[in-house]
């Protein structure tokens, strides 16, 4: 009777700490407005610890492990076959071409690890992955947006006022010191009276390079009066 009841309070520990840890994790997507936030986060610790210690009941008898029989794990296979398609489904991508939710996406790939890290047991791995995780979210971010914008390639979305204008804006973008290598007509906007496109350039004045920033130069072509809208994607 006692071996049972320490099995249940092991279980109970492995499932909160599950919990707790993805948690952190959601309530970090939370805070910038992420559809997949802390509940969802919560739920894939939950599942994926639930999973890695049924499998281990199934195996063994018991929450311990047995190195002689490492068997198929099948629940801890299934939901992590169910965490990757989650993952895929929570991408989409905006009438700008741009695809969203990929950080989103992959976290909730690595939620669905460290539980079932958490559900076998290994206390310190699903610990220190989920620490490594937020500081990855939480810390890598500024310098993510640091070496974007001190990039050569420039990728930004336009709005002319009509498509005549087009050939005006490569020969001014050109004469700023910038090449353009991929134009692509957004055909999203086709109801509107706007011309859309999706523009690839690269820097090649030196200084540009230096001296300005993505930001700066995105200002300055916003200036022009038949820009109707301009921002990097």
């Known amino acids: 009777m006692m071996v049972w009841e320490t099995q249940w309070w092991i279980m109970l520990i492995r499932i909160v700490l599950s919990v707790a840890l993805c948690a952190l994790i959601g309530c970090e997507r939370t805070n ?4 997949a936030g802390l509940r969802t986060f919560m739920l894939m610790g939950l599942a994926s610890a639930t999973a890695m210690i049924l499998d281990l009941y199934l195996m063994n008898g018991s929450l311990t492990p047995d190195p002689a029989n490492p068997g198929f ?14 993952s895929v489904h929570s991408l989409f991508r905006t009438a ?8 989103t996406a992959v976290a909730l790939w690595a939620c669905c690890i460290i539980g079932m890290a958490a559900g076998a047991g290994k206390y310190a791995l699903a610990i220190f992955s989920a620490l490594m995780l937020l500081f990855v979210l939480t810390m890598m971010s500024s310098l993510e947006e640091f070496l974007k914008n001190r990039s050569l390639h420039v990728e930004i979305h336009l709005e002319l006022t009509e498509s005549k204008y087009l050939k005006s804006f490569i020969t001014t973008v050109r004469r700023l010191g910038l090449s353009i290598t991929d134009i692509e007509l957004n055909r999203s906007y086709r109801e509107t009276e706007l011309s859309v496109y999706s523009i690839s350039m690269m820097i090649e004045n030196e200084q540009l390079k230096k001296n300005k920033t993505h930001r700066e130069i ?3 072509l916003s200036s022009l009066e038949y820009v109707s809208h301009i921002e990097e994607m």
């Open 32 to 35: 910038k407005r992420h559809s």
């Open 73 to 86: 794990f099948l629940m801890s296979s299934a939901i992590l076959i169910a965490s990757a398609t989650l």
């Open 96 to 103: 700008r071409n741009q695809i969203l939710g990929l950080t």
């Open 218 to 220: 995105i200002e300055a």
